[in-house]
Nanobody, 130 residues
Framework: VQLQASGGGLVQAGGSLRLSCAAS????????MGWFREAPGKEREFVAA????????FQADSVKGRFTISRDNALNTVFLQMNSLKPEDTAVYYC????????????????????????WGQGTLVTVSS
């Protein structure tokens, strides 16, 4: 599985960006998909995830109400719509894929921990200026 993230860039505080992550896999619909971010000097952290099973979505508290994750299985793509961006959202954003399986995944609850994901994209840089 290869993941290609795109859509990052420089934006002013309060602005919006839409990230995309295209997956090269035939069974995309069988993968939970997640977005994580890594700011300079900080550990990679969970941003949002979407279930393979019923497209249930989950977001970190820091982005709730501002970021929305979605997927288009026909396009093998997951999106992250980011609105009301803040300087503290500045980071490299990574998409990740987790093949269905496990107690929570089978019940529509995708993972929110880095090491539970099987495949990672290369990252796309988002810079929010104040």
């Amino acid at each position: 599985v290869q993941l290609q993230a795109s859509g990052g860039g420089l934006v002013q505080a309060g602005g919006s960006l839409r990230l995309s992550c295209a997956a090269s896999v035939r069974t995309f619909s069988s993968y939970d998909m997640g977005w994580f971010r890594e700011a300079p000097g900080k550990e990679r952290e969970f941003v949002a995830a979407i279930s393979w099973r019923d497209t249930s979505t989950f977001q970190a508290d820091s982005v709730k109400g501002r970021f929305t994750i979605s997927r288009d299985n026909a396009l093998n793509t997951v999106f992250l719509q980011m609105n009301s961006l803040k300087p503290e959202d500045t980071a490299v954003y990574y998409c990740a894929a987790h093949r269905r399986g496990g107690y929570y995944s089978e019940r529509g609850i995708p993972p929110r921990i880095v090491h539970e994901y099987d495949y990672w994209g290369q990252g796309t840089l988002v810079t929010v200026s104040s």
